[in-house]
């Protein structure tokens, strides 16, 4: 079975520029998240949908950063403008069921760094 | 928000020897979930665990979910050199769509 698939692995832009990361999850799973993981911390939250529509973006600074999932399967997460403390790993997660017996599976993330 | 205590934060052992760390959380869980993650590459889930009490075995990995549901361990034993990585757990509130995660505990493997 295929994991989460990201790309790119790395981006290296200028603070104020745009960028965007894709994600495809495991066939078949319902539920998409984003999450961010800055430097020697745990993922965070940014995004969680089910099929197409959003659960919880409650912690997505909506000022800069976007998400979809059009058609409940691929999504993309943008940065627009970025800024120096956005450097961190995106990381997506896929999973099949949303609440009890749920398990997340991550795709291997973006790198991000922001000059 | 919600916040995970994970400890130890990092740990230095000898192959062979046994390893304990635990998460606990300010709040009751309902799921807790455990989490291997090497450089450059994603979280690989290693144990999932949904009931107080429940112990869990996965190899040489075996966790357990506290009987008070604030708190989770796993230990690893007879650790060998490919164990070593940063260790996350991560645990969801019922009713709430946030997993969220500990700090993370860096394992070192002494050869």
């Known amino acids: 079975e295929a994991g989460v698939a990201q790309s790119p692995r790395y981006k290296i832009i200028e603070k104020r520029q745009s960028v965007a990361f894709w994600c495809n999850p495991i066939?078949?799973?319902?539920?998409l998240y984003w999450y961010q993981q800055i430097l020697g911390q745990g993922p965070k939250l940014l995004i969680q949908f089910q099929n197409n529509g959003v659960v919880d973006d409650s912690q997505l600074p909506k000022d800069r950063f976007s998400a979809e999932r059009l058609k409940g399967v691929d999504s993309t997460l943008k940065i627009q403008p970025a800024k120096l403390e956005d450097s961190a790993v995106y990381l997506c997660?896929?999973?099949?069921?949303?609440?009890?017996?749920?398990?997340?599976?991550f795709g291997s993330g973006t790198q991000l760094s922001v000059l | 928000g919600q916040q995970l205590n994970q400890s130890p934060q990092s740990m230095f052992i000898q192959e062979g020897e046994d390893v304990s760390m635990n998460c606990t959380s300010s709040?009751?869980?309902?799921?807790w979930l455990w989490y291997k993650q090497d450089p450059g590459e994603g979280p690989v889930l290693l144990i999932a665990l949904y009931k107080a009490g429940e112990l869990t075995s996965n190899g040489r990995l075996t966790a357990q979910f506290g009987i008070t549901r604030k708190d989770s361990f796993l230990n690893i034993s007879a650790s060998i050199p490919s164990d070593v990585g940063i260790y996350f757990c991560a645990g969801r509130s019922a009713g709430a769509n946030n997993l969220f995660f500990g700090t993370g505990t860096r394992l070192t493997v002494i050869p």
């Open positions: 997660a896929s999973s099949l069921f949303r609440g009890g017996n749920e398990k997340l599976f």
């Open positions: 709040s009751i869980f309902n799921t």
């Open positions: 066939s078949g799973h319902a539920t």
